[in-house]
């Protein structure tokens, strides 16, 4: 591999792992969340394999970039719109994603998750939550392609980048879970912020186009104010 004797080839590398891990942390979420349904000796061997079938699907969807391409040819015309075939699948992960978050916090707020979480618990299975966490997988997977080629036009570098995201992710997924799962205020918040990305998938399918570095910023401003809400809670109990 010469090119990765290069420097800007490196700095290229850690750019795009950087922003991949970045645009990686909707699907963490999604994730823990639908591992969070399955028993507790299931949840860590489903994330893992979400995450490790995260990796195998944008490796292979960067493998056949020149086919990605073609995705985005019209298909048909609404009112002068033209609609692509990643335009639907946006749509059609968005409104998924939509109607899983929303549905997550009506049981949430009418205090009726534990016996859902009963009845789910003997219908989920592992298969079942991969299933999910496969058909979101695919929808994040444009982001993450879209800014690999974007910003490289070397096929390795784009793989090694996907690699090492998943890698990180894939480390400290189980952490992650592990926090949002026990704190029911930030699992809430978490469930916010996925409606935030279900909408701006739908409005990306329809071609209006919103930064996402606004939802990102909205999140991390919302973690940290939940943080201050958690230490001045800590501190009236103590």
């Given at each position: 591999m010469e090119i990765?004797?290069?420097?800007?080839?490196?700095?290229?590398?850690?750019?795009?792992?950087?922003?991949?891990?970045v645009l990686g942390i909707d699907n963490i979420i999604f994730i823990s969340i639908v591992a969070d349904k399955l028993p507790q000796a299931e949840q860590g061997r489903a994330r893992n394999i979400g995450l490790i079938l995260a990796?195998?699907?944008?490796?292979?969807?960067?493998?056949?970039?020149?086919?990605?391409?073609?995705?985005?040819?019209?298909?048909?015309?609404?009112?002068d719109l033209d609609i692509?075939?990643?335009?639907?699948?946006?749509?059609?992960?968005?409104v998924f994603l939509l109607t899983k978050s929303t549905t997550?916090?009506?049981?949430?707020?009418?205090g009726d998750e534990a016996e859902l979480g009963v009845k789910e618990g003997k219908k989920m299975t592992v298969k079942?939550?991969?299933l999910q966490i496969i058909i979101l997988d695919m929808v994040f997977s444009f982001d993450s392609i879209l800014t690999a080629v974007g910003l490289s036009d070397h096929l390795p570098v784009m793989i090694a980048a996907v690699v090492l995201s998943l890698g990180v992710m894939l480390?400290?997924?189980?952490?992650?879970?592990?926090?949002?799962?026990?704190?029911p205020t930030v699992q809430m918040?978490?469930?916010?912020?996925?409606?935030m990305i279900g909408t701006l998938l739908i409005l990306d399918g329809f071609h209006v186009h919103v930064p996402k570095g606004y939802i990102y910023f909205s999140l991390v401003f919302s973690l940290m104010v939940e943080f201050l809400n958690q230490r001045m809670r800590k501190k009236r109990l103590g």
């Open positions: 990765f004797l290069q420097p800007e080839i490196w700095i290229s590398l850690l750019t795009l792992t950087f922003l991949e891990i990796i195998v699907i944008r490796i292979f969807l960067l493998m056949g970039i020149s086919y990605i391409v073609h995705l985005t040819n019209p298909l048909f015309t609404i009112f692509s075939v990643r335009d639907l699948i946006l749509i059609a992960g968005g997550e916090i009506h049981h949430k707020v009418n079942a939550a991969i480390a400290f997924a189980s952490k992650i879970a592990k926090f949002i799962n026990e704190q918040l978490a469930l916010s912020f996925l409606i």
